[in-house]
Nanobody, 118 residues
Framework: QVQLVESGGGLVQAGGSLRLSCAASRTIFSRYVMGWYRQAPGKERELVANDASGGITNYADSVKGRFTISRDNAKNTVYLQMNSLKPEDTAVYYC????????????WGQGTQVTVSS
């Protein structure tokens, strides 16, 4: 019914940058709240950032000032620009689409690995 495809992960040195992309269907992208989550080994999945449109964004405290979520409506794609990466940012990053009114209706991408070495 819905497909989210992440890309852009990889291995980088501490202090480096990566830009993650999540391509969605036009219908989902235009109607759902888009966001990014991450999950490190042995830890719970946590919200990194989301964008509900209308300029409303949320960021985890640990990434504020370093990460930026944005979207390209023409490409039905949401991005996560990650700067000044730290080893603790190492995780699998997942794209998420959440229904704005029915919060329990959510979809997930397959995940993309981000590894930051020191």
């Amino acid at each position: 019914q819905v497909q989210l495809v992440e890309s852009g992960g990889g291995l980088v040195q501490a202090g480096g940058s990566l830009r993650l992309s999540c391509a969605a269907s036009r219908t989902i992208f235009s109607r759902y709240v888009m966001g990014w989550y991450r999950q490190a080994p042995g830890k719970e999945r946590e919200l990194v950032a989301n964008d509900a449109s209308g300029g409303i964004t949320n960021y985890a405290d640990s990434v504020k000032g370093r990460f930026t979520i944005s979207r390209d409506n023409a490409k039905n794609t949401v991005y996560l620009q990650m700067n000044s990466l730290k080893p603790e940012d190492t995780a699998v990053y997942y794209c998420n689409a959440r229904h704005p009114f029915l919060g329990g209706v959510q979809y997930w991408g397959q995940g993309t690995q981000v590894t930051v070495s020191s």
